[in-house]
């Protein structure tokens, strides 16, 4: 497999993207935990230190402990100068490839939160992340297209090593996200289920 390509599987809808910011009232633990009621939404920390001093629920090991397996933090999609609103975004080392992780488990369809502080998202950092994760989504040369059926067997067991090393790169536990994957190919009974299986047990 070439660690240049992308994976987009033809018979799964993409997920979506949530953009979050807790700063934005006082019931913004509970407009999470609707979102995360979803079992095939996974939340990701993009703060650059995932740290709140007067708000403890909103601390990396809070959220570790709250959400699970299903809790990420991403310090390489986190603003450098988050604490000098005056200067402009700077997305942190490593940016571009977690912008292409993330994106690959939204054409697997995924769906993430983008976490951060910020109550206006207009002058959040997340904006620009799901901006760089829209254009490499609609950039057709980035992208493999793995159809259903046995007969695709290769693209199958691609687009499962594909899903694992985006999760890993995210710090997402890859087992979870393999399972949640499978669990939405479940309703049309893919035949490529049982090569997602295989691959996965091989690679974790």
């Known amino acids: 497999m070439s660690s240049g390509w992308l994976y987009r599987p033809s018979h799964l809808a993409p997920g979506t993207v949530h953009s979050f910011g807790y700063a934005g009232g006082e019931d913004a633990q509970a407009r999470l935990d ?18 709140s001093r007067f708000r403890p629920q909103w601390n ?19 603003n450098q100068n988050y604490q000098h609103k ?17 994106a690959q488990l939204v054409a697997s369809g995924l769906s993430l939160v983008l976490l951060c502080a910020c109550k206006d998202e207009r002058h959040c950092h997340r904006t620009l992340v799901i901006e760089k994760m829209d254009a490499c989504l609609s950039d057709e040369r980035a992208w493999r297209i793995v159809f259903r059926g ?18 890993n790169g995210l710090g997402l536990d890859s087992g979870v996200v393999v399972q949640e994957v499978r669990r939405l190919l479940r309703p049309d009974r893919s035949p490529g289920q049982e090569d997602i299986r295989k691959t996965a047990r091989k690679a974790q």
């Open 60 to 78: 990396r090991a809070a959220l570790s402990e709250r959400y699970g397996s299903r809790y990420a933090w991403v310090p390489s999609l986190g």
């Open 150 to 167: 046995r007969s695709d067997e290769t693209g199958i067991v691609d687009w499962t090593t594909g899903i694992i090393r985006a999760a």
């Open 86 to 102: 005056e200067r402009a975004i700077a997305l942190a080392i490593g940016h571009g490839q977690a912008v292409r992780n993330a």
């Open 34 to 51: 609707a979102l995360m009621e979803n079992e095939a939404t996974f939340l990701l920390d993009i703060r650059y230190r995932p740290v």
